[in-house]
């Protein structure tokens, strides 16, 4: 990696880390009555992802001032939580921010959102040549997510508030809606929670296979 890259990777994982914390601090404080605001912030997946992201860019920040070698595993690691992020942003984008009106483009969603994916993804292109992943391995990309599809199954039998008297994170993970968990409806969330899951899982999937035929295409380019 040369210096010229070594620095703008730097400057992309900086971005990270003090967006992610930045808009989680702002969505934390952003008050009982805001989306996603106060100390439930942290039981939404946007905030997990924001945060883990942040974990990964640090590290490999640190890294880099360390001169030090990074492994395949270390690669695949940030393959997921680079996948893992960019599902926040399209889900936000094009799936919630549609439903919130006035609530979607503040300052804090915009942060965790839209900058860190979309920084994150920049990094993970010019960082991620450097790397080999087995493509056999993108299916790791889907546990996080899934883990988290888990969680809020979970929440939502125990009943925990992740807004004011709304027991599930997002409208596509209300067991109790219309389409249950199966079915389907003319209203939101339109599908059962099940088909939801399926589909944002084959997402995850084909996002994975993308990211690593790009760096296979950059790859070749840079050698």
Same mark, same amino acid.
């Given at each position: 990696?040369?210096? &010229?890259t070594?620095?703008?990777?730097?400057?992309?994982?900086t971005?990270?880390?003090?967006?992610?914390?930045? +808009?989680?601090?702002?969505?934390?404080?952003?008050g009982?009555?805001?989306f996603?605001? +106060?100390?439930?912030?942290?039981?939404?997946?946007?905030?997990?992802?924001?945060?883990?992201?942040?974990?990964?860019?640090?590290?490999?920040?640190?890294?880099?001032?360390?001169?030090?070698?990074?492994?395949?595993?270390w690669?695949?690691?940030?393959?997921?939580a680079?996948?893992?992020?960019?599902?926040t942003?399209?889900?936000?984008c094009?799936?919630?921010a549609?439903?919130?009106?006035?609530?979607?483009?503040?300052?804090?969603n915009?942060?965790?959102?839209?900058v860190?994916?979309?920084?994150?993804?920049?990094?993970?292109?010019?960082?991620?040549?450097?790397?080999?992943?087995? &493509? &056999?391995?993108?299916?790791?990309?889907?546990?996080?997510?899934?883990?988290?599809?888990?969680y809020?199954?979970?929440?939502y039998?125990l &009943?925990?508030?992740?807004?004011?008297?709304?027991?599930?994170?997002y409208?596509f993970?209300?067991?109790g809606?219309?389409?249950g968990?199966?079915?389907?409806?003319?209203?939101?969330?339109f599908?059962?929670?099940?088909w939801?899951?399926?589909?944002l899982?084959l997402?995850?999937?084909?996002?994975?296979?993308?990211?690593?035929k790009?760096?296979?295409?950059l790859?070749?380019?840079?050698?």
């Open positions: 990696m040369d210096r &010229k070594k620095l703008l990777s730097l400057f992309l994982k971005l990270v880390v003090v967006c992610a914390l930045w +808009g989680t601090a702002l969505s934390a404080g952003a009982r009555h805001s996603m605001g +106060g100390p439930r912030v942290f039981m939404f997946f946007t905030i997990q992802s924001n945060l883990a992201m942040a974990a990964v860019c640090a590290y490999g920040a640190w890294a880099i001032l360390k001169n030090r070698t990074m492994g395949n595993l690669y695949l690691i940030q393959l997921v680079t996948v893992s992020i960019t599902l942003g399209v889900v936000f094009f799936v919630l549609p439903t919130l009106g006035s609530f979607a483009w503040t300052m804090p915009v942060l965790t959102h839209v860190v994916p979309l920084a994150a993804i920049a990094d993970f292109f010019l960082t991620g040549v450097y790397g080999n992943v087995p &493509k &056999k391995q993108v299916l790791w990309v889907t546990v996080p997510p899934l883990a988290y599809a888990v809020a199954g979970i929440g039998l &009943k925990w508030e992740f807004l004011d008297g709304i027991h599930y994170p409208f993970l209300n067991w809606s219309p389409a968990a199966f079915g389907f409806s003319r209203e939101l969330p599908m059962g929670c099940v939801w899951i399926l589909a899982l997402f995850l999937i084909g996002i994975g296979c993308l990211y690593l790009i760096l296979d295409f790859r070749k380019e840079e050698f």
